[in-house]
């Protein structure tokens, strides 16, 4: 696919890896649905740089994990935009807790968000695509889930369940919409963490002795979209450290 002058949604476009990717394709030429909930500001930042370019972006605030809201996201993106070339399903919650002391509160709530919200995504955005276009689905997973430890349970759980889900639907929309996923390993320090000395973290961990970066991942979603007979694939990005 041709990314320029089509229509992407991103969501959780403010931070981290959601705001380079939507860089990544305002650099393209892709217009832009700019999805938020808390993080207005970068999402905000990631539109202005979207109109130095001559492309058009729009922030949109919802709560994925409300139904309601997940499909005002999808009509607002239509009204603006006609329809929605490109789905890039990167919102999700990491927190802590083994399988033994994770609650149910704890559990569904990451549920919710990390799975729950883009199979709901993906369900609207095939149903809004005209007939006769095709579209794509990047879902973000986690390199994490390919390495078996009992840390971080829910948020395992999900991704590995994100891993299936692509398969899945990519079998299920072909052949109108292809739908894979880049599963990053580590790129930056968790949140609260800054202070991590993340080469160091590197040299121990990963075959490459570096960590990657928010633009690598762009880079892998930029090829998954320029490629038309790649579907259920899931791109791992971890400098070999899965390996």
């Known amino acids: 696919m041709e990314i320029a002058g089509k229509t992407a949604l991103v969501t959780g476009s403010g931070v981290r890896l959601g705001k380079a990717i939507s860089r990544a394709l305002a650099e393209n030429g892709c217009q832009l649905v700019l999805h938020y909930n808390s993080s207005a500001e970068g999402s905000e930042e990631v539109r202005d740089y979207a109109a130095t370019l001559g492309v058009k972006a729009l922030t949109y605030r919802a709560d994925l994990t409300k139904p309601d809201e997940l499909r005002t996201l ?51 955005f095939a149903a809004q695509l005209p007939e006769g276009l095709t579209g794509k689905v990047v879902n973000i997973s986690d390199a994490k889930v390919f390495r078996h430890q009992p840390d971080h349970f829910a948020y395992r759980l999900t991704k590995a369940a994100v891993n299936e889900m692509t398969l899945m639907f990519a079998l299920e929309l072909a052949p109108r919409i292809t739908v894979n996923a880049v599963a990053p390993g580590v790129m930056l320090p968790l949140a609260g963490r800054e202070d991590t000395d993340m080469q ?32 259920g694939t899931i791109i791992r990005v971890d400098g070999g450290e899965g390996i």
């Open 74 to 124: 999808i009509s607002f993106g239509t009204a603006e935009f006609g329809h929605l070339d490109i789905l890039i399903n990167n919102s999700a919650i990491y927190l802590s807790g083994k399988g033994m002391d994770t609650t149910s509160e704890l559990l569904e709530k990451q549920f919710r968000l990390n799975l729950f919200a883009p199979v709901l995504l993906i369900r609207a």
């Open 200 to 231: 160091a973290l590197a040299e121990r961990r990963i075959p490459l002795k570096r960590v990657g970066s928010p633009e690598i991942i762009a880079e892998n979603v930029l090829h998954i979209l320029s490629q038309d007979f790649m579907t």
